[in-house]
């Protein structure tokens, strides 16, 4: 596994680290899932015992359980090897009194004494002023000076302009954001990524594969990279195009199953998955790849759910992803099928009553409505 610096901080992290978003999950009868313990479990101790020493989870994910998970699995000897970081999201913080009530919790269910780093789940434009205002940042100050946590930190989705406003405001230990081949002109930007490590802020990158569909290339795509003499997956062709940066400390990414995580800790054990390793012609080749995803993928949906829930139960990721999978495969049998289930579970995009109250939510600034009754005319029709 190659390591990195992270910041200011005195450690050094694993350049991939284990996102809990996304582990294993066991469907229930009335259609819920919920997180299969067992098989999580399994795939943190693996990733521990094969050099991962960096873990993210947050407050919300798996409707509030994943910390609890990541907790349980770091026992027997785990957590100590280990560094957390861990998210608050602006919604828990209505006083001051719920703020040290929500990190007390969250240490409850880790299962620990400290955190490594804490962050501000999400920041938005528009709370990032109260966030300011509320003293925020003062309280967390207080965690660190009682032990409490370690590093303060914030998420990040969003424009440019305000992500520098946020980043200049505080001497943060680290930053996380989005970045992909795909997002590389967009959100935080190239520029971003530069300042961050300019001012000594750690920055760690979520979203690498977009929700994972980087990890899969379509012929043309597919075309591209077979272009070039060396081989490599497209999982680790969209990695290799992240830590070449060399300001980046760590890349999360969600893992389901044993087999990525195996392919992960591979990729990112290579000789060289460093910074500055990649030659002028394999970043033109980056760039020929991303043009022949972007003409195919028409919804930037990253699933992050930021839009849910809808008052009106509309699976607005849910649709997306199968229409995003019909455009990008060419093929839209399985996404029909699947969407037949949406339909019977009374969550299709027919439920749309135009509220608007998603949009205002999407990071990625999609037009939901009219993207909706679009994934509704391609996703329609299933029959057995
Ligand atoms: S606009 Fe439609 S999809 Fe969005 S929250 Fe309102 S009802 Fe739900
Ligand atoms: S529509 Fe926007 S907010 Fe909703 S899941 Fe997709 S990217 Fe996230």
Redesign the pocket.
Known sequence: MQYRPYGKLDFQVSAFGMGCMRLPRILKEDGTAEVDREKAYELIRYAADHGVNYFDTAYGYHHQTSEAVLGEALQGGYRERVKIATKQPFNVMKTHADIRRNLENTLKKLRTDYIDVYLIHNIQANVWEDIKARNILEEYEKFRQEGLIRGIAFSYHGEFEAFKDILSYYPWDMCQVQQNLLDCDKEVTEEGIRLAGEKGCALVIMEPLRGGGLANAPEDVQAVYNSYPVKRSPAEWAFRYLYDHPQVSCILSGVTTMEQLKDNIRIFSEADAVADSMTQEERDLMLRAKAAYESRVTIPCTGCEYCMP???K?D?PGIFQKYNTGMMFKNFDNPKRTYMFTKNANQSAVN????????KKCPQHID??SQ?KAAHEALDGWKE
């Open positions: 809808c008052p009106q509309v607005i749309c009553i135009e509220c608007g109250a998603c949009m939901i409505i909706l």
